[in-house]
């Protein structure tokens, strides 16, 4: 991860890509979302996620709002962005990931013969990291900066408020571009914890992995959370590897009884 990390940011530098800059990326849940993430951090360039479901006026707002130079889009995406074009004059290249993606650059290619050297870039750890926006339920979505502190910060808390372990396994359904995922990531990384990732959320296949990885931690949203707790059939599944799975609410608030029901269960 920390090579494609570099890869990544190196190939962005060769592109004129530089500290302060901006950059949105339009991704589902893979290794190379986290490439991105970590390889803007790396740089110094603020970066804003985006769900893949996003439509066009919604790309081209964050787009715009951000200021952003570079975007990088999954080929899933690629019609929205490409629908949006017209509408985020800022930005002046897309690079495409996955197949038959339409874009001029593609992103294996550039990572492929970048050097996986650490960027030489001196960063405070009070410097902007990325930009979540808000679902705009109140108007046009409102963007929330988060430092490369606060992340940090707030990694190391959760670490220490629950008892984690060098033998842990995670398991991610929620979508990272969605926040949550992406800080659940993030936690396990700096633990050095074995990450397993779904592309997207279905119920029955997040039981199942945590079942054939042996998975020892679940984290998710409360939705996920009910969702997976009452499924039909919990029961069926071989969950004796699991001795954590939390749901998280809107208000940052946990709940435990589909915690203590795994355990009857």
Request: include cysteine; aromatic fraction near 8%; hydrophobic fraction near 45%.
């Given at each position: 991860?920390?090579?494609?990390?570099?890869?990544?940011a190196n190939a962005l530098t060769k592109l004129g890509v530089r500290t302060g800059d901006r950059v949105v990326y339009v991704?589902?849940?893979?290794?190379e979302f986290l490439e991105v993430f970590y390889g803007l951090a790396k740089l110094g360039v603020i970066g804003a996620p985006v769900m893949t479901s996003a439509v066009a006026r919604e790309i081209a707002y964050v787009a715009r709002d951000l200021d952003a130079r570079l975007l990088i889009c999954q080929a899933s995406a690629a019609a929205a962005v490409v629908e949006a074009a017209p509408e985020m004059g800022c930005v002046s290249e897309?690079?495409?990931?996955?197949?038959?993606?339409?874009?001029g650059l593609d992103y294996e290619t550039l990572t492929r013969s970048a050097s996986d050297g650490e960027p030489d870039i001196a960063l405070s750890s009070d410097h902007d990291l990325t930009v979540k926006y808000t679902s705009?339920?109140?108007?046009e979505p409102k963007g929330c900066l988060r430092t490369h502190r606060q992340l940090l910060m707030a990694n190391v808390g959760n670490?220490?408020?629950?008892?984690h372990f060098s033998t842990d396994k995670f398991?991610?359904?929620s979508p990272l571009a969605a926040g949550i995922g992406l800080s659940l990531v993030s936690m396990h990384v700096l633990a050095g914890h074995p990450i397993v990732?779904?592309?997207?959320?279905?119920?029955t296949e997040l039981l199942d992995t945590y079942a054939r990885e042996k998975v020892t931690i679940g984290h998710a949203s409360f939705t996920i959370f009910k969702r997976v707790t009452s499924h039909p059939d919990l029961q069926a599944f071989d969950l004796s590897a699991l001795r954590l799975f939390s749901g998280t609410g809107s208000t940052g608030g946990?709940?435990?009884?589909g915690l203590l029901r795994l355990r009857q269960n």
């Open positions: 991860l920390n090579a494609g990390a570099n890869r990544l991704m589902d849940n893979c290794v897309v690079i495409g990931f996955g197949d038959d993606h339409p874009f705009g339920t109140t108007g670490l220490f408020e629950v008892p398991a991610v359904a990732m779904l592309r997207k959320f279905d119920a946990e709940t435990r009884d």
